[in-house]
């Protein structure tokens, strides 16, 4: 499967109309036990609240446009500055690995938005996610 600038910016427009500001194509096969493979597309300042899959494996977040910041939290507490851990800024062409079974919220550039890819190592669980509380 082949994605050029085109099928992007189409992604991006249907990310900015659609209610929830995501939209993605999944390149792995589904269902996949070994990887999820996905380029997301999200409209400017959509945040996409703190989860942790609670399963083994780890993640990563390319930019292929816009940016974005990751921030991981110590514990399954709630979302606060105490309970930050770290704070990542990618900018584009920029690559970040965490583990899967941390708590990591996604926060998608304000003004452009945001185009990446994420991979992450394993089988997709929803019943094994877990959101953070927010204040």
């Known amino acids: 499967m ?44 959509k945040i996409y609240p703190a989860i942790s899959d609670n399963l083994d494996g780890w993640i990563t977040y390319t930019v292929l446009k816009g940016s974005l910041i990751i921030k991981t939290y110590k514990n399954n507490l709630i979302s606060t500055k105490n309970n930050l851990n770290k704070e990542y800024f990618l900018s584009t062409g920029e690559t970040l690995k965490i583990d899967r079974n941390i708590f990591r919220e996604t926060i998608c550039d304000i003004k452009y938005g945001a185009i990446y890819m994420e991979v992450i190592e394993g089988h997709f669980d929803k019943s094994q996610r877990t959101y953070l509380q927010n204040l």
Do not use: T
Request: net charge positive.
């Open 2 to 45: 082949k994605i050029n600038n085109k099928d992007l910016s189409n992604l991006f427009k249907e990310a900015c109309e659609s209610e929830n500001g995501l939209s993605r194509i999944c390149l792995h096969n589904e269902p996949s036990n070994k990887v999820q493979l996905m380029i997301i597309a999200a409209k400017p300042g």
